[in-house]
């Protein structure tokens, strides 16, 4: 089975930075695309970021290019989201979650999904 595991969060004030980890394990594909989503209390999820871990192309929602970074560490099966220049509106269940290798763009097609984890933000 496919298995996420998140780790990171917390809570921050306006401006300051976290990291979030996801480590998968059980894929049948050498490569995945891996998302982030969040969701607040009230509010759809929505897609923040993925990745193809084969060839580190990356998608972003338009409230936080600039402020958040996907990348990868094949090594360690694992992604990250770097969140800097936090805002308050960031505050949400955060869940990494994953697909198979191709249009890693469609927010509507991942199928595996981490326990979550809270990020909250306070001005």
């Known amino acids: 089975q496919v298995l996420l595991v998140q780790s990171g969060g917390g809570s921050v004030q306006a401006g300051g930075s976290l990291r979030l980890s996801c480590t998968g394990s059980?894929?049948?594909?050498?490569?995945?695309?891996m998302g982030w989503f969040r969701q607040a209390p009230g509010k759809e999820r929505e897609g923040v970021a993925s990745?193809?871990?084969?060839?580190?192309?990356?998608y972003y929602a338009d409230s936080v290019k600039g402020r958040f970074t996907i990348s990868q560490d094949n090594a360690k099966n694992t992604v990250y989201l770097q969140m800097n220049s936090l805002k308050p509106e960031d505050s949400a269940m955060y869940f990494c979650?994953?697909?198979?290798?191709?249009?890693?763009?469609?927010?509507?097609?991942?199928?595996?999904w981490g326990q979550g984890t809270q990020v909250t933000v306070s001005s």
């Open positions: 059980g894929f049948t594909d050498r490569h995945n695309c």
């Open positions: 979650a994953a697909k198979i290798p191709a249009r890693c763009g469609r927010w509507d097609e991942y199928d595996y």
């Open positions: 990745i193809f871990t084969g060839g580190s192309i990356t």
